[in-house]
């Protein structure tokens, strides 16, 4: 069958010409359809959330938004909510920006990314205050969507603090005694310091506390012109510190501790200044002297309640004297000079005013080579301060030395006592040696004492006595004599390897002083008992 027939219809059922038409009809149709496609004005869009609501200002803040009808043409910008919006035209600030093209003055613009028609991503400026703000949609300068209170900025998070560098190792603590003085005290304060008061530091373990005080005394102003502050006073105390030891120093607080260096210490609220002076170890050993010398300033009372046996106490815990033995009480001497010095050579007698010589046992605080009683160190011409029943006493020390007090022993001697017949009456049981020997007798606890007397026996013949053993001086008896043997009760000390009372060797075969103040007689020893140990009598 032909396409074409001779009627011209196309395989023989339409007319080639229809055809033609239908073709021309079918391609205007299909390009009016394109044409509204293409040409029609797009709906409307709308913003229906923002993702996050709320975010901090950053440098780079981000928005995700639904909704529809989003276009990639769409410009997007932002502005306060509530605020009114009035159009000016852009500056040509970027020749790339057309100069007809409006901005409002109340928004900025952002960058404005279509995803899909129903997703897009909102770059905000990091220029973006804290607030609420709308998201309006512009088709060129035509504003076509608004979405208002779409997202809220919150103040940026504060930058994190640096982290805290590593705290120090803790530094040992260690406890040191101070011999300084509190000044500039209100008078209304000073009864707050006393033994254990404490004191705060400002770092943790450091502390401060009193140990002990003296009475309160003016508060003198240094300088060239001696002067007296009229409402503060100084106080010299003891102050036990824990301090921080880093090896080398040793620091209260900020204060690196050393000789002269004023402290502040605070309690309750009230800071005070302690001038430190010397630094000795905390809990120093006690330790045992003797010393000889004088108390001073006293008055015949005073001199009279000083006897042997006479207990004293220290400001300072565990330290204390106690009396051995007193000598006569004098008329109190004191030097005076130009400096007023322990050197100086004239003396002054003080008018109603006695010394009393007197031997005493001293417990003091031993640090390095030094003993301390209270503050002062004990050394020849020192002044130290003893207390009994809440009295001072000042002692000034000649001489001292270690405390033999461990060796003393107790002997039972038997002397054979070689006097005048009108002598020999005197001497009964009870007798105590009075004899002062230069340096033995001032560390005497006790004196040798009578226990018991023998028969006694007379002769004419002659006896030779030795007196003293270092000058080998003896003395002959011409006359009629009378031979006493007695028994003494002598308080011995060993050096040496040999037993001494008052400077003489107690062994038999020796001689021995004896001497009260009645009389005074010389004799041999026949023997010695110490500690239950007899020496026999050398033969007669």
């Not at 502390?207 to 009475?215: F, L, M, N, T």
């Not at 503060?232 to 209260?252: D, K, Q, W, Y």
Request: aromatic share 6%; hydrophobic share 45%.
């Amino acid at each position: 069958m032909a396409v074409i027939d001779e009627r011209g219809r196309v395989f023989g059922l339409v007319n080639l010409i229809d055809v033609a038409v239908g073709a021309l009809v079918v391609a205007a149709l299909a390009m009016v359809a394109v044409g509204f496609s293409v040409f029609k004005v797009p709906a409307t869009p709308e913003i229906t959330k923002a993702e996050p609501a709320s975010q901090p200002a950053t440098e780079s803040m981000r928005l995700v938004v639904r909704g529809k009808n989003f276009l990639p043409f769409m410009r997007v910008t932002i502005q306060r909510t509530g605020d009114s919006a009035k159009a000016v035209q852009a500056l040509n600030l970027n020749p790339k920006i057309p100069v007809d093209r409006y901005a409002l003055v109340t928004t900025t613009e952002a960058r404005f990314f279509v995803e899909s028609p129903s997703v897009g991503e909102v770059w905000l400026p990091p220029t973006v205050q804290p607030g609420t703000y709308d998201l309006v949609l512009f088709s060129e300068a035509r504003q076509i969507g608004l979405k208002e209170a779409a997202f809220t900025i919150t103040p940026a998070a504060p930058p994190p603090a640096p982290p805290a560098p590593p705290a120090p190792p803790a530094l040992p603590l260690a406890t040191v005694r101070i011999y300084g003085t509190f000044t500039r005290v209100d008078r209304s304060a000073a009864a707050s310091i006393g033994p254990g008061t404490k004191f705060t530091s400002t770092l943790p373990g450091e502390s401060a506390e009193v140990i002990s005080r003296s009475a309160a005394e003016p508060d003198l102003v240094s300088g060239p012109v001696p002067a007296v502050f009229a409402d503060t006073v100084r106080i010299p105390a003891i102050v036990r510190v824990r301090c921080s030891f880093n090896g080398s120093e040793c620091r209260l607080g900020s204060t690196p501790l050393s000789p002269g260096v004023t402290l502040s210490l605070k309690a309750k609220d009230r800071e005070y200044r302690f001038s430190a002076s010397e630094f000795v170890a905390d809990s120093s050993p006690l330790a045992t002297v003797r010393v000889s010398g004088a108390f001073t300033r006293l008055d015949r009372a005073e001199s009279a309640g000083i006897a042997a046996g006479t207990k004293f106490t220290s400001a300072v815990a565990g330290e204390s004297g106690e009396v051995l033995s007193v000598g006569n009480a004098e008329p109190d001497l004191s030097r005076i000079g130009p400096t007023g010095q322990a050197d100086a050579t004239a003396l002054a007698r003080l008018e109603g005013k006695l010394q009393l010589p007197a031997s005493l046992r001293l417990r003091c605080s031993f640090s390095g080579i030094d003993c301390r009683l209270y503050t002062t160190k004990l050394a020849r011409n020192a002044s130290v301060t003893l207390t009994m029943g809440g009295r001072p006493y000042t002692f000034v020390v000649a001489e001292f030395a270690p405390d033999a007090a461990e060796t003393v022993h107790e002997a039972r001697v038997a002397v054979r006592l070689v006097t005048r017949p009108e002598m020999a009456a005197l001497i009964k049981p009870g007798d105590v040696d009075a004899r002062v020997v230069a340096g033995a007798d001032q560390w005497a606890a006790a004196s040798a004492r009578i226990t018991t007397v023998g028969p006694r026996r007379e002769s004419t013949s002659a006896t030779q006595i030795p007196v003293g053993e270092a000058t080998q001086q003896t003395f002959n008896v011409q006359e009629p004599v009378v031979l006493t043997d007695v028994t003494l009760s002598v308080p011995v000390t060993e050096s040496s390897g040999a037993w001494f009372y008052k400077g003489q060797a107690i062994r038999a075969g020796g001689a021995l002083a004896f001497e009260t103040s009645h009389y005074a007689v010389r004799g041999y020893i026949l023997s010695v008992a110490i500690d239950g140990d007899t020496s026999p009598a050398p033969k007669r």
